[in-house]
């Protein structure tokens, strides 16, 4: 799936927007894949996959669209 870095906070996780979604997915440093949380900016357009969290959905293997 395909969506955008809506949010990024100073504790190492985010969510990103998915294009006709109403709710956004909650992510973790943890999950991203060939890229820094450090390096990601609100607004970049990012690929991941969509597991069931402990909390609900949530992106995993999330890397920077090309």
């Not at 894949?33 to 990012?46: C, H, I, Q, R």
């Amino acid at each position: 799936m395909t969506g955008i870095i809506k949010n990024l906070t100073d504790r190492g996780f985010g969510f990103i927007s998915r294009e006709g979604e109403a709710k956004d997915l909650f992510f973790h440093s943890k999950d991203l894949v060939g890229v820094t949380f450090d390096s990601l900016k609100v607004g970049e357009k990012v690929n991941f996959e969509v597991v069931e969290g402990e909390k609900g959905l949530a992106a995993v293997n999330v890397t920077i669209v090309a």
